[in-house]
């Protein structure tokens, strides 16, 4: 079982900045893909951004390119989404998510999640 914890989420006006934290727990050798998703009511789970814990290659959704940035702290087990130049369009709950092999981009396909937070732009 993998435990995570999302946080860093809250209120911010267009163009601010916030970074998201996801600390994971427990059997983390079993997710080697940490993934970032965010939903709105009503919509579907969205991909955002996705890291690998080996090696570290990353991955970004064509929305948030440029403006996100993942990154991962091997040490604290801890996953990271720094978010920049923030867009109302980006209000919406983060999901942690975790798997060791998934469709990175499926939210689908990822066996862990955290509870996650809310991340609410203002125009």
């Known amino acids: 079982q993998v435990h995570l914890a999302e946080s860093g989420g809250g209120l911010v006006q267009t163009g601010g900045s916030l970074r998201l934290s996801c600390a994971a727990s427990?059997?983390?050798?079993?997710?080697?893909?940490m993934g970032w998703f965010r939903q709105v009511p009503g919509k579907e789970r969205e991909f955002v951004a996705a890291i690998r814990w080996s090696g570290g290659r990353t991955y970004y959704a064509d929305s948030v390119k440029g403006r996100f940035t993942i990154s991962r702290d091997n040490a604290k087990n801890t996953v990271y989404l720094q978010m920049n130049s923030l867009k109302p369009e980006d209000t919406a709950v983060y999901y942690c998510?975790?798997?060791?092999?998934?469709?990175?981009?499926?939210?689908?396909?990822?066996?862990?999640w955290g509870q996650g937070t809310q991340v609410t732009v203002s125009s």
């Open positions: 427990g059997r983390t050798f079993t997710s080697e893909v």
């Open positions: 998510m975790a798997d060791r092999n998934p469709s990175v981009i499926d939210p689908t396909s990822y066996v862990y």
